[in-house]
């Protein structure tokens, strides 16, 4: 009798802590309960700003795009995807709407300033949505979800400041998946040297001096919760005679 006791108590230990792991598991997906506003001129400059995408973040995610308060991570948040969606059953819809994030920002207790397209794009209808813009501030839920951007690999966009080979700035564009970018090094194709970049601000990566020769960009994508680290290296490289303002497609992707 002791022995089928003792057996059970492991049992039911052993199913409980399993219960548990799939709970903490799919606890990844869950919704978090939250406030967003939006800004109310937003449609020509979306929201962008400490990501540093400029005007591009405008039209990113066709301008479904967010600011952010703690979810900016100092910068490692930028580009990151959710689906935020209101919780008044009177004007929102179950889909809501999935948000990229391109800049820094709070108000009100929120988590989100949403583009204010994204933000009616959370209603149920075109009447809807102009209840929630009255509104201005909304109750919603939040959860991180994959970005996609079919047919586009990842590029790298060489900011107006740099100067050939003194120093070199880009930002990371069309990033797919839900891992973070939480390293990048820069390395010479001929003799591998290679240099971690410094994170200058949101998904702007920078160097004072760039080593010579065409230029290999190697990127750490982490798990948010701090697990899985995969380098990831671009099957292009940055040409030795790079150009400010020009855009290099790394002809990678990354789905996970």
């Known amino acids: 009798m002791a022995l089928y006791l003792l057996c059970l ?3 039911t230990t052993l199913v409980f802590n399993f219960l548990q792991t799939l709970a903490d598991t799919s606890c990844t997906d869950c919704f978090i309960q939250s406030r967003a506003t939006y ?5 020509d400059n979306g929201t962008d700003g400490a990501c540093g995408f400029g005007s591009f973040g405008a039209t990113l995610n066709g301008g ?3 600011a952010a308060s703690n979810l900016y991570r100092d910068g490692v948040g930028c580009g990151a995807c959710y689906q935020v969606r209101c919780t008044n059953s009177a004007f929102c819809s179950d889909k809501g709407s999935t948000v990229v994030i391109t800049d820094q920002g709070s108000s009100d207790n929120t988590d989100f300033i949403l583009s204010q397209r994204a933000f009616g794009r959370m209603a149920q209808t075109t009447d809807a949505a102009a209840s929630l813009l009255a509104l201005g501030v909304v109750g919603i839920e939040y959860r991180r979800v994959a970005c996609s951007y079919p047919n586009k690999n990842i590029t790298f966009k060489i900011d107006e400041s740099s100067g050939n080979p003194h120093y070199l700035a880009f930002v990371i564009r069309y990033q797919q998946g839900r891992r973070d970018i939480t390293a990048v090094q820069l390395c010479e194709t001929q003799n591998f040297v290679c240099k971690l970049l410094d994170r200058s601000h949101g998904a702007v990566w920078t160097t004072t001096s760039a080593p010579s020769g065409p230029l290999s960009v190697r990127m750490l994508f982490s798990d948010e919760e701090g697990g899985e680290e995969t380098w990831v290296v671009p ?3 940055i040409p030795q005679d790079w150009k400010a303002g020009d855009i290099y497609d790394s002809g990678v992707q990354v789905n996970q």
């Open 9 to 11: 108590v492991l049992s």
């Open 64 to 66: 479904d795009v967010s």
């Open 39 to 43: 800004y109310p001129n937003s449609e």
């Open 235 to 237: 099957v292009n490289d």
